[in-house]
């Protein structure tokens, strides 16, 4: 499995803009579709964005539609979640996830998904 280690989070305002980074581990990245997602205190973890192993493929959840957007440079092994137009209800720990498959499919559901990481918290003030 990928090693997988979020960065980026932080204290923004409304309105602001963050760039998350999932840098991962070991020479198979370029074979992994990887997800973002995001846990606010007493909500269940939620589908964000994700990008299928070649980068040519992305989604993202219709309340990010628009603000954020999923990118990988595979060079640096690192995927990207950039987020425009921060909300506070964008407030929550932000987790990136990969699996590693052998088609553009990228996975909207939180089993579709093998490696987690750590997390990292964004909390947007209004």
């Known amino acids: 499995q990928v090693q997988l280690v979020e960065s980026g989070g932080g204290l923004v305002q409304a309105g602001d803009s963050l760039r998350l980074s999932c840098a991962a581990s070991?020479?198979?990245?370029?074979?992994?579709?990887i997800g973002w997602f995001r846990q606010a205190p007493g909500k269940e973890r939620e589908f964000v964005a994700a990008i299928s192993r070649s980068g040519y493929s992305t989604s993202h959840a219709d309340s990010v539609k628009g603000r954020f957007t999923i990118s990988r440079d595979s060079a640096k092994n690192t995927v990207y979640l950039q987020m425009n137009s921060l909300k506070p209800e964008d407030t929550a720990v932000y987790y990136c996830?990969?699996?590693?498959?052998?088609?553009?499919?990228?996975?909207?559901?939180?089993?579709?998904?093998?490696?987690w990481g750590q997390g990292t918290q964004v909390t947007v003030s209004s």
């Open positions: 996830a990969g699996v590693r498959l052998y088609s553009e499919f990228r996975p909207s559901q939180a089993y579709g998904y093998d490696s």
């Open positions: 070991g020479r198979t990245f370029s074979s992994y579709a």
